[in-house]
């Protein structure tokens, strides 16, 4: 079973779309797509057991050539970085459908289970893959449930938001593809023959104007995804018009996605353009912060407002990554897990609240404590973890993400530190809105308290948020590895460069680099 | 001793003509059957045309073989000509299952539609085996005067006359350009040979001369005409949407495969040594296609239009790869080729289910709502889109992935790029087909009964577009050897996109 | 430069050609008009009727099967010259000729193309 763990945990998902979308019927669905994701999740999870945390490699690793003429195999394998995003992403799909199927979709159950489920495997892979090719194959596969996600199930301005989401992410996308291609023609004239693995790319030399425009590409692909400011328009537009369950799955599984591309590709592989460009993201990831903030605090809809935050926190998570210090890095890594956990609970309350009075504005608002007091406490847990206070989970990655900054740069710390209680205001104020006060209408004193089955829904989320703020070290442990692996490459010499422009690999015949 | 000899013969000379033997055959057969049947049976003129097109696409592997001249070089056989005659016969009998119960419905004549398809399609054979300037002129033609009466075969419908008679002005405008430059070509060099010329051109004095330069820019022209590039284009989008649909398809796929396939034999394999000269203008045709047929397909609300301007933005991707050159350009246009036939007949074959008959329009406003009337409709021509799109793992996606590692590893860096932002605009168009079936309301229409050759193309036209990207090792070995066969060079010359050396 | 000056003379050329017949038709060809020449032609028969008279489009239709076959049948001549030469793979060759004529003839012939009204 080990031997294709990882292939099971990315391609269950995929049969299970075929199958709900093949054999199920309107009762069947989704009990059928929800059973079909809880598989990968029990995998995800006997892979956290089996994983060697001492191990700074690839683990479980499968390799079997795919298209061999390209140089390209399957292969995938999981290290530190991407050992707790599986099971995450596992486990917010499967609360997705739980949560979306007691009422947030109420059209087309059978299309969505389909399309969740499809981006179930995009995510899984895209998370799993040590092949380029497999790894922008399974980008690219995320691309359209979710855009069938925004567009079919959204609110007023869905289609909108659909043509802009897919738009910039396209922008980004396909860049990458052509520096992706560039560097594996480049790769050539060293390894002597093609390959998209990862692990031989590593050891290419490029010249620094070579590695500048590819690291340039790259970047362009997973910063807009991420997204780090100034490339964030999308976002607000695609959370906030997408079904809860949409807004979920994109704040919660897959903003990662591109923060993970950082760590794992434009990073390591070009090293020394990274930490040339560390201080200007540094400094974009301060920005973003910052204006998320603002911009959150002066939003009026719940969902945008989060949508702001989120702009925030990934500012943070931008900020950790690019000081490329042990503990900032380390802190990124565990803030992608935990602010994946806050948001899509934020979310969930957030539709939970929209379930109930069909409208997200704050001022239409007030006093939902009384008749509500289970969904004002856990709004406020979801909250409170998402503003980092200590105990939660959010706590652990912010405060390592800014101690490993100050070691960076002190300013950027700094200023870091003030989108932090920007965070607590907004928050905080928003909830004194929406909770506390009169009641906004008559009618909603007769508001239900949350239902059983929304109470499993949410619960294992604030479990977890308890326990990954209580007791990280279980977690930490296990990415530090992997982050310290991260960073010998990040901070390694450069490889022996060579000066050329342009991609002429027959000049290069005699010059193939030994590894 | 009699029939020793002609036997002989016949296995000499017919071997590489058989499969457009076969599909001359049919269309004489098409026209003895068809005419004296006193009521037309239009569906068994339909299965007559699809059995001699199924039975050449299996006679296209006699030509599967070395590289070697038939016909005293008129024609060359090789697994390029052989790739061709199976891809051009495939697309016309996907074509006519398209037309087996459009025909009847639009009341069209079945005889002389048939037999048009079938002398098209051998007209696209000799294209796509031409050995010499005249067999290209002669394919052409063949193929294009067929096309040109098919583009007007609804004689009732003005849309329709008027798309046959501005495919024909320009076609015929354009057959000048291509017969002087034929001229010109054979004056210079002394010979209509296509292995001749190419040999003549190796002395780099005549290769300068003024005379085939002029030569090459006039067949450049009208090949471009043919291809459909920009600015040779003006044709393209009244005639396509004018036409009737399945018309239409073999427009985009066919003609447009055959006159690539003719188009890159001639330039890649037998003028690289004018690869200076024509390398330049294929580039400025390359961007221009690109860009112009994306950015006006973003306008579009008529879809046979939409898929028109995206024809000649995919001629654009196509042109990049040519303008690359060399052993695994070839080889990805082929293996595109493959890619973008498949998902435009499959686009096309959805169009001709939608049609309705009192309205043969096809409007994004006509596709709204058909995902909740026809989900599997509405779920193919979306994978269709996406391919077209070139979104992983469809054959669109790979066949870009090639054409544009091709253009890379020839160094062309930049117009990669503007192709990549290209196909960023692409998206756009190809989305809003989708948006148009998944999320606007539609009024309920009622479609008519689907024959079953219609949902077998479809069937076909989905496997493809899915197995040819999923598992493209054996079609990608197919266009190399294909290649690599017609360019007379080691297999492993073209395989080496990536390959080692 | 040199070499492209070829061309330059032929283009000229063939404007001196054009240019001089038609001015030298012009200014040497007597123009002595009259009503007899200046009737239409009609086998030496005094024309009846105007010469705008509308006629049936059958007569392109005929016109033009008489030309495709005329010119088709044309190749048979070279063929009957070097009709040994060729032998028996010639004969062959030039009756699957004449079979797809045959073809045509025969679908020319049941659509009513020769039909006479």
Partial sequence: MTANLLTLIIFVPLVGALAVALFADERTVWPAAFIFSLLPLALSIYLLVAFNPHDNGYQFVERRPWIADFGVSYHVGVDGIS??????????????????????????????????????????????????????????????????????????????????FIL?????????????IYLVLHARGYLGAATFDLTDLYRVPLSHAQARWLFAALALGFAVKVPVWPLHSWLPDAYSEAPTAGSMLLGGAMFQMGVYGFLRFAIPLFPEVAREAAPLFMALGVVGIIYGALLALAQSDLKRLVAYASVSHVGFVVLGVFALDRFSVEGAVYQLITHGLSTTALFMAIGMIYLRRRTRAIGELGGLWRPAPMLGAILMVAMLSAVGLPGLDGFVGEFLVLLGAYFASWQAAALAVSGLILGVLYMLWAYERVMFGPLAKSADRGIADLAPREVAVIFPLIALMFFLGLYPRPLLRRIEPSVVAFLARAQAAPAPALSFDRAKPQEFAGLRVVP | MISGTIGAALDASWRPVLAPAVVAITAMAVMLVGSRLGEEDSEGLGWLTFSGLALAALCAFAAVGRHAPAFAGALIVDDYTAFFYCLIAVCAAMVVLLSLDYVPALELPSTEYYALLLSATVGMMLLAAAGDLIIIFLGLETMSISVYVMAAIARRDPRS????????????????????????????????????????????????????????????????????????????????????????????????????????????????????????????LAALTMSVGNLVALAQNNVKRMLAYSAIAHAGYILVGMTAAGGAAGAAVLYYLLGYAFANLGAFAVLVAVERVEQPGTTLADLGGLAKGQP???????????????????????????VFSAALQAGYVWLVVLAALNSVISTYYYARVIVAMYVNEGAERKLRARRPGLSVALAVAIAATIIIGVDPRPYVEMAAGAYASAAGIARSGVRAAFLAH | ??????????????????????????????????PVKGQAFECGNPPSGSAWARFSVRFYLIAILFLVFDVEVVLLYPWAVAIRRFGTVGLVDAGIFVAVLMVALIYAVRRGALDPD
């Fill in chain 1, 83 to 164: 050992l707790f995003l599986v099971p995450l992403a596992a486990l917010l799909v499967s609360l997705t459908l739980l949560y979306a199927s007691g009422g947030d979709i109420d059209r087309r159950p059978r299309e969505f289970c389909f399309f969740v489920l499809m981006l179930e495997t995009g995510l899984l892979g895209v998370l799993l893959a040590v092949d380029l090719f497999l790894f922008y194959v399974f980008w690219e596969l995320t691309l359209i449930p979710i855009y069938f996600i925004i567009g079919i199930w959204g609110s007023q301005r869905r289609v909108y938001a659909a043509f802009k």
């Fill in chain 3, 1 to 34: 430069m040199a070499t492209w000056f070829p061309i330059a003379v032929i283009i000229g050329f063939a404007a001196f050609v054009v240019g001089a017949m038609v001015s030298a038709n012009r200014i040497l060809g007597p123009r002595r008009p009259s």
């Fill in chain 2, 376 to 402: 599997m409709l509405a779920a193919a021509m979306a994978l269709f889109m996406l391919s077209l799109m070139g979104l992983p793992p469809l054959a669109g996606f790979v066949g870009k992935f090639y």
């Fill in chain 1, 168 to 180: 910039y992410t396209m922008l980004g996308s396909l860049l990458m593809l052509v520096a992706l």
């Fill in chain 2, 161 to 284: 006359s008027e798309a046959g008679l501005k495919y024909f002005l320009l076609g015929a405008f354009s057959t000048g350009f291509l017969l002087y430059g034929i001229a010109l070509l054979y004056g210079a060099t002394g010979s209509i040979k296509l292995e001749a010329i190419s040999r003549a051109l190796q002395s780099s004095a005549l290769a300068a001369s003024p005379l085939v330069l002029l030569g090459l820019a006039m067949m450049l022209i009208g090949f471009g005409f043919k291809v459909a590039a920009v600015p040779f284009h003006a044709w393209t989008p009244d005639a396509y949407e004018g036409a009737p649909t399945p018309v239409t398809a073999l427009m985009a796929v066919g003609v447009k495969s055959a006159a690539f396939a003719g188009f890159l034999r001639l330039l890649l394999v037998y003028l690289p040594a004018l690869h200076a000269q024509w390398g330049g203008a294929l580039w400025v």
